[in-house]
C-alpha cells in the first residue's frame, strides 16, 4: 500500500503566505514527479506545479512568481510554498505522485485526501 499525506492548508488573508506538505509512505521502490493540483466545486481538478526527481519544476501560468515548489527525496515529501495568494486560489489541494510501488511493475499516480486552503479578500 503507499498512502500520501498531505497537511499545511488553512485560512489565510489576501496576500499571506501558507506551505503545504504532502509525505508518501509505504511500499514504495522510487517516485518519479512529484506534484500539486487543484479543485473547486463544480470544476475539474487543474494542475498546479509538478517536481521531477532530478530537480526539473514546472508550473501553471496563474502561479508563476508566488508557489514554489520542493523535495526532499530523502523524506519522499514534496512542498508547495504559496506567497501573495488571491482570493482566487482558494480550493482543495490535492497531492499527486507517480510512485514505482514494491510488487509492481510500472508506475502508477497516486494521490493525497486534498487539504482545503480558504484565501479570504
Known amino acids: 500500500q503507499v498512502q500520501l499525506v498531505e497537511s499545511g492548508g488553512g485560512l489565510v488573508q489576501a496576500g499571506g503566505s501558507l506551505r503545504l506538505s504532502c509525505a508518501a509512505s509505504g511500499s514504495i521502490r522510487s517516485i518519479n514527479a512529484m506534484g500539486w493540483y487543484r479543485q473547486v466545486p463544480g470544476k475539474q481538478r487543474e494542475f498546479v506545479a509538478t517536481?521531477?526527481?532530478?530537480?526539473?519544476?514546472n508550473y501553471v501560468d496563474f502561479v508563476k512568481g508566488r508557489f514554489t515548489i520542493s523535495r526532499d527525496n530523502a523524506k519522499n515529501t514534496v512542498y508547495l510554498q504559496m506567497n501573495s495568494l488571491k482570493p482566487e486560489d482558494t480550493a482543495v489541494y490535492y497531492c499527486n505522485a507517480i510512485i514505482s510501488a514494491i510488487g509492481k511493475l510500472i508506475p502508477s499516480p497516486y494521490w493525497g485526501q486534498g487539504t482545503q486552503v480558504t484565501v479570504s479578500s
Open positions: 517536481m521531477t526527481s532530478d530537480g526539473n519544476t
